[in-house]
């Protein structure tokens, strides 16, 4: 049962350009979501999170949009840069839930 | 800046044995979770301590685990007798407060032969 479901397993984006990066959820409690991004052999590190009293959060390049009639939120970044290859997972809370993941590779 | 610290990066257990995973929590940290990854799959939610005690709890972390902060800085992940399956990676996590920002860990790479 995915609660919390990321449907690209991975997403190739020039540099300069945006990445979209997307998550779905089934569990309307869900009330608070977070991005994180991880590069391999290392944990998961924080990148930005929303409240469900929101619809958007911005962070440097990075905004999170949050749809909750469709369950729906996604991560922009822009521009993108090729440091930014890792693989992505959108959480929500309520025993943190994680998707899983989309593999980003940003291309110089 | 304060990290989360986890010993040992990696170990190899024979199947049946008992292994102990440490953490270091941000010091001014309340709460503490464990995560596992196995392999190419999700990072999976196993439990979260609050106050010396569980406060929530997935189905994964059945009688085999638990978890312990046996002073005033370690937290550690026990596994009684392991299973092959339980070979993944377990990540450790601190949080001021439940639905803050939680700092993850390194990781630890469990391989059970």
């Known amino acids: 049962d995915q609660q919390v479901k990321q449907n690209s397993p991975s997403l190739s984006v020039q540099e300069g350009r945006i990445s979209i990066l997307n998550c779905d959820y089934t569990n309307s409690m869900f009330d608070y979501f977070l991005w994180y991004k991880k590069y391999p052999a290392e944990g998961p590190t924080f990148l930005i999170s929303i409240s469900s009293i929101k619809d958007k959060n911005e962070d440097g390049r990075f905004t999170v949009f949050l749809n909750k009639s469709a369950k729906h939120l996604s991560l922009h970044i822009v521009p993108s840069q090729p440091g930014d290859s890792a693989v992505y997972f959108c959480a929500a809370s309520y025993k943190y839930i994680f998707g899983t993941g989309t593999r980003l590779k940003v291309l110089a | 800046e304060p990290e989360v610290t986890q010993t040992p990066s990696h170990q190899v257990t024979q199947m049946g044995q008992e292994v102990i995973l440490r953490c270091v929590p941000i010091?001014?940290?309340?709460?503490f979770y464990w995560y596992r990854q196995i392999l190419g799959q999700k990072v999976e939610f196993l439990v979260s301590f609050y106050n010396n005690e569980i406060s929530e709890k997935s189905e994964i972390f059945d009688d085999q685990f638990s978890v312990e902060r046996p002073d005033g800085s370690n937290f550690t992940l026990k596994i009684r007798s392991t299973k092959l399956e339980d070979s993944a990676m377990y990540f450790c996590a601190s949080s001021v407060d439940i639905q803050e920002t939680q700092y993850f860990g390194p990781g630890t790479r469990l391989l059970v032969l």
């Open positions: 010091s001014n940290h309340l709460y």
